[in-house]
């Protein structure tokens, strides 16, 4: 078999059960649909599939990637690390890159006792189970149950559903979940004529407080995406919702989870998006770009506090929780060599150049008739674009592809979360990708054309 295409199609097709998708919507071998992007290689922005095509990742691979695909200096030090330590397990041992790393993040965010996993689910899962313990070795067992967002995404594994709020993902494993309570989202375009941002933001935690005067005696801790929902579509908020977040987190002994997976390493600007509102938070999870997009990794960090309540002669009272891969030393390096990136490009600087710059190139869509509610925050865009057709997105991805760019909309969201490396002329033909995705997507609307093209799920 020759080395196309259409090959690793057809054979990840027999062979692979992708996910966030409905297989049959892929067709078969015999009778492709949308066809999977068998991809080869990558290197800066641009991935490559099997037959030499190139696409700009304009999603960074689902939010991963933030310094290219390929970096050296990370491949120089996953190299290094394969000399020296491949992986040794995190109980009863330890290793120079997760002592490192523990120390940066530690510098970084002002919390610490970094306990890790393998993905942002993971992250969650921790987090939720260290608050609930917390209380409990606090004796207050009670205070066991969760509150989160109106759309909110934390992750799919059964305890991160239970606070996660997007029915499609939950709906058929809801008889195995223990749903948190969902609090409105201080989304800033619910703002009427007239009000603002943080007006909205005042409004959605008034209602988070009347909450919480009812169910603080049960409630362990809220866990909130700062500044934004991204899963939900790129869902912005203002910062004082924090604000008010943490202050009623303080008055009725709730716990604050700042879920940092999507918005976390300078995606919204600042290292941590929860920095913004100038708030500490009792846990942050990281996971996504920590690695820059490498391997897989998550984090959660904490307080002195929390640390001290499991600290213990008896071991009942420990934080038992463990992954396999815990702390595993290449993904470690990995991530040490992306925040040295951070430290040496200055790219939290460049960033709001970049930013500027694409916004500018992005104009046309802003201004497009049929464009509501766009918006930015740092080098997360997006564009509303109501309309009737119920395959918007998947229309959308595949016009995108066919011009070069990857782009997915979740619903009738189009948004771009490039890496941070991508150039003026990368830029220009991201945003003509975007453009032209757009219209030949609304001119099928317009021609009513019925049939669904992809087989991956409307929605992310
Ligand atoms: C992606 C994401 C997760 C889940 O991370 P996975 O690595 O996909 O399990 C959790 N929370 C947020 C905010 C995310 O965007």
Known sequence: MTDTNATWRNRSLQAVWHPCTQMKLHGTPDSPRQPLVPIVRADGVWLED?????????ISSWWVNLFGHNHPAIRAALVDQLERLDHVMLAGFTHPPVVELSERLAKLTGLGHAFYGSDGAS??????????????????????????????????????????????????????????????????RRATTG?????????????????LQAHHQTTAAIIVEPLIQCAAGMVM?????LQRVRALCDQYEVHLVADEIAVGFGRTGTMFAHQQAGIRPDFICLSKGLTGGTLPLSAVLTTDTVYQAFYDEDVARGFLHSHSYTGNPLACRAALATLDLFEQTGILEKNVQTSDQLWAQFAPLTDHPRVHHARRLGMVFAWDVPNRLPDFAKRFAA???????????????????????????EGALLAQAALGALEATLAEESAGRPQSTTGVVDGV
Request: charged share 20%; aromatic share 8%.
């Open 123 to 188: 992250a969650t899962e921790i987090a939720l189970k260290m608050s609930a313990h917390y209380w409990r070795n606090a004796g207050r067992a009670e205070k066991c149950q969760f509150v989160a967002l109106e759309g909110g995404y934390h992750g799919e594994t059964v305890g991160a559903l239970g606070v996660t709020d997007i029915p499609l993902f939950r709906t058929a494993y809801a008889p195995l979940l223990r749903l948190a309570a969902t609090v409105p989202s201080p989304d800033a």
């Open 399 to 425: 016009h995108a592809l066919a011009r070069g760019a990857v782009l997915r909309p979740i619903g009738h969201t189009v948004y771009a979360m490039p890496p941070y490396v991508i150039s003026e002329a």
């Open 237 to 241: 908020h203002h910062p004082r919702y």
């Open 50 to 58: 099997a037959e030499g095509q190139r696409y700009l990742d304009g």
């Open 195 to 211: 009000q603002t941002a943080e007006q909205v933001a005042e409004a959605a935690a008034d209602q988070l407080e009347a909450w």
